[in-house]
């Protein structure tokens, strides 16, 4: 049974804050992360983990993201209502949700297959109608595209090709680029048909995206 109390929506409400208080200034993304219900990402047994601005272990080796990034990579995609969303890295859903929450058409790729499957009963559960598909997601969805922007929620130590071509003119891509621990957001804009303009917005920690992945660009 999902129980969203009053408790847990005064521990939302004070981690909205928190993410205010680090820079986050978007209303919108504010409003959605004090609205979606995180501890349905979370076992039961770590509730008390559920509202602190951390990212958390949920199985597959990968985690559910720091609520401060999430809202960081939501306000640099500048979402407007109605448009078509890739995101790739479905993870726990709860970036996922914070898209659809925005107005977005998302289309999320998850390589894990317990995780996409758990992730896919969770958000129809939780009324989210973002289409899920199971697969590699560096290779994106090129029947669906093109996307007004793209968010890639692993490290990735290189842009891949096959994103940037499914991107319409005019579209944002916004990915944590480097090898190691530490990778740097980033946000690339089509200006056009090979044209690109990309901006850094410093270090942040990610799950590293899997090996056997297409060769990349930039």
């Known amino acids: 049974m999902m129980i969203d109390s009053y408790l847990h929506k005064g521990m939302r409400r004070k981690l ?3 993410v205010q208080k680090k820079g986050v200034e978007d209303p919108q993304v504010l409003r959605a992360i004090e609205s979606i219900p995180r501890h349905f990402f979370l076992d039961n047994a770590f ?3 559920a509202y602190e601005d951390k990212a958390f272990p949920i199985g597959e080796g990968q985690t559910i993201s720091q609520p401060y990034t999430v809202a960081i990579q939501s306000e640099l995609l500048n979402i407007q209502k109605g448009e078509k969303i890739l995101e790739v890295g479905t993870g726990s859903g709860y970036q996922t949700a914070v898209l659809c929450e925005l107005g977005a058409k998302v289309f999320s790729i998850e390589r894990q297959r317990a995780l996409y499957v758990k992730t896919k009963s969770l958000l129809h559960r939780m009324g989210y109608r973002a289409k899920l598909f199971y697969g590699d997601g560096y290779k994106g969805l090129p029947s669906f595209a093109p996307f007004n922007k793209v968010i890639v929620t692993c490290g990735a130590p290189f842009v891949p090709e096959a994103l940037l071509k499914q991107m319409q ?5 916004v990915i944590p ?3 190691g621990d530490v990778q740097i957001m980033t946000s690339i804009d089509k200006e056009g048909e090979n044209n690109y303009k990309r901006l850094e917005y410093g270090r942040f920690r990610f799950v590293p995206m899997l090996e056997d992945r297409i060769s990349g660009k930039f």
């Open 47 to 49: 509730l008390k983990f």
């Open 16 to 18: 909205m804050q928190e």
């Open 177 to 179: 680029v480097g090898k």
């Open 169 to 173: 003119t005019g579209a944002r891509l």
